[in-house]
């Protein structure tokens, strides 16, 4: 298969197309290698793909880029990874989120239409179940209001996934990652930022009473769940949860952070984070069932590979 692997140079791209590549598929990346965090860390990333994968670099809000890469390309499947990712960042700067996650998404969209591409995936995100009441969060949920404009993006280009699919035909999965981690993981997010701080003795914030739940997902689960993603020859248009099925609170985390560590963390207590979300818990039955899905690494096997790639690292 011939496949688009857009963000490939981010942290769950770089394992996509990797992974894919390991599979025997032809790969190319779309990346802008824009500065949220150190580019370097993507070089690094693409680098370590061994030249196999086709990059082209450029901004998936320029249109014009986008028509050029999809007619270029004659992909069989488009995995859309490329965001603004932050949660907090979103809420400081709503319209870089709404042009890059709604608007770049749409480009590809109209692009894979124009072009005839059969299937694409969309990295959707936990966020979008916002103040849902339920838990574990199934994929039906009414979804009543989001927290923060990320989320709001990413529940827009769902919709936009949706019309493409209801309008042409086209097959599109939405994939709603709960809070992904591992070897390589963003060094915005929570584990990576505690366990840099906790191994060089710097004070870690803690934002409210340390007792907010997560669904951590460890990332070759994630990867898992993609390739059966891209297999699935179900309705048009689907939504998956991709999470463990199991929660874990901020403290406990801090806990197996410092466990694998073999060090204290000095925790600064703050208020509670704007756009935070309380509790994330995904019910995976449904990628279970029609995926094929079937996450192996629990928070506990999890953090300390996490942890032990991180000293690698040093
Ligand atoms: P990441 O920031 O490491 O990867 C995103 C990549 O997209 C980056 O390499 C970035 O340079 C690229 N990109 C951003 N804007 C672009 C633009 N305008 N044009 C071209 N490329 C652009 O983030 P990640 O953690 O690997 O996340 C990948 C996807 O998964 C995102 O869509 C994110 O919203 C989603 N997601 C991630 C998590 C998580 O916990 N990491 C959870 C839920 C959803």
């Not at 709404?98 to 969309?122: E, K, P, Q």
């Not at 979804?143 to 936009?160: D, G, I, R, V």
């Not at 994939?175 to 710097?202: C, E, M």
């Not at 449904?286 to 590979?305: S, V």
Request: with cysteine; charged share 20%.
């Amino acid at each position: 298969m011939k496949i688009l692997v857009t963000g490939g140079a981010g942290f769950i791209g770089s394992h996509v197309a990797a992974r894919f590549l390991r599979d025997g598929h032809e790969v190319s990346i779309v990346d802008d290698f824009n500065d949220y965090y150190d580019p370097r860390i993507k070089r690094a990333n693409v680098a370590a793909l061994g030249g196999a994968a086709r990059l082209f670099e450029g901004d998936i809000r320029d249109r014009d880029f986008v028509e050029g890469v999809i007619s270029e390309g004659a992909f069989d499947a488009i995995i859309h990874l490329a965001a603004r990712a932050g949660v907090r960042p979103s809420v400081k700067n709503p319209q870089l989120y709404i042009d890059t996650n709604i608007t770049g998404t749409h480009n590809l969209l109209a692009a894979a239409h124009r072009s005839g591409i059969g299937r694409f995936l969309f990295a959707s995100s936990s966020s979008v179940y916002g103040l849902a009441k339920t838990v574990p969060f199934t994929e039906d949920l009414p979804l009543p209001q989001t927290l923060s404009p990320y989320a709001a993006t990413k529940l827009a280009a769902e919709q936009l996934c949706g019309n493409y699919a209801h309008l042409y035909g086209m097959r599109v999965v939405c994939l709603r990652f709960f809070t992904v981690y591992g070897p390589g993981q963003r060094p915005d997010l929570a584990i990576h930022k505690f366990t840099d701080s906790i191994h060089r003795g710097q004070p870690i914030p803690q934002y409210g009473d340390g007792s907010t739940r997560r669904d951590y997902t460890y990332i070759d689960d994630i990867v898992q769940g993609v390739a059966g993603a891209l297999r699935y020859e179900g309705p048009a248009f689907d939504i998956f949860n991709l999470g463990e099925n199991q929660t874990t609170t901020l403290s406990e985390l801090i806990i197996e952070i410092e466990k694998a560590l073999g060090k204290k963390a000095i925790i600064e207590r703050h208020p509670e984070q704007q756009g935070d979300m309380p509790l994330t818990a995904a019910d995976i039955t449904k990628a279970r069932q029609f995926l094929g899905y079937n996450p192996q690494t629990k928070i506990r096997e999890g953090i300390p590979k996490f942890v032990e790639w991180y000293l690698s690292t040093r």
